[in-house]
């Protein structure tokens, strides 16, 4: 599994709030059986304005989405679907949501 790749969400209960899953977890841990995930969401499902730090847009298949990264969470790899798009381009801003997760800045 390539880090920044996005898979369709295949949960009935979330797959409408969150239609995809971007995988954020390096390569080096692919033999793990999770993995860590951060759920997209439609801009246009979104109240107001995301904190574009914490939360940057993102495009897939021409659409806008909302990364949640608030929301990253681990799960097993067999609940993910499949992979839609690559998300390596955005890499700069992924990586700076999930700083401001952890450390604030």
Sequence with gaps: MAQFAVYKNKNPTTRNTYPFLVDIQSNLLDDLRTTVVI???PLSAIGGEPISRLCPIVEIQ???YVVL??????VDRKILGPKIADLTKYR???IAA???VISGI
Excluded at 69 to 74: K, N, P, W
């Design 39 to 41: 759920p997209l969401s």
């Design 62 to 64: 021409d659409k806008k």
């Design 69 to 74: 990264t608030q929301q990253l969470a681990g």
């Design 92 to 94: 700069s801003d992924l």
């Design 98 to 100: 999930i700083d401001f």
